[in-house]
Nanobody, 122 residues
Framework: QVELVESGGGLVQAGGSLRLSCAASGRPYNLAAMGWFRQPPGEERMFIAA????????YYSDSVKGRFTISRDNEKNRFYLQMNNLEPADTAVYFCAADSNIHNIATAPSTWGQGITVTVSS
């Protein structure tokens, strides 16, 4: 079973950048597809980005495409979400997730982190 812990959240002004990290432990990390979700205040959790096992395939929601970049470092058992040009609408709790199947990662990943808050001020 993979265990995930997010870090790097906080408060940033609009137009700024943050990089979220997700540390993975447990069964071999490099076998899993990894993803990021977010839950804005009063809304449901939604998929925003995913990366395949080898890091050669990435996928984004339209809301973050061109501003956010997902990456992974299998040697360090970490993956990342670089967030640039942040907007107040990006304010949310961000969750990392993992699954053994890339086809599940955007809809029903099997493992979740506990979530971390990102607040973007105007």
């Amino acid at each position: 079973q993979v265990e995930l812990v997010e870090s790097g959240g906080g408060l940033v002004q609009a137009g700024g950048s943050l990089r979220l990290s997700c540390a993975a432990s447990g069964r071999p990390y490099n076998l899993a597809a990894m993803g990021w979700f977010r839950q804005p205040p009063g809304e449901e959790r939604m998929f925003i980005a995913a990366i395949n096992r080898t890091g050669t395939g990435t996928y984004y929601s339209d809301s973050v495409k061109g501003r956010f970049t997902i990456s992974r470092d299998n040697e360090k058992n970490r993956f990342y979400l670089q967030m640039n040009n942040l907007e107040p609408a990006d304010t949310a709790v961000y969750f990392c997730a993992a699954d053994s199947n890339i086809h599940n990662i955007a809809t029903a990943p099997s493992t979740w982190g506990q979530g971390i808050t990102v607040t973007v001020s105007s």
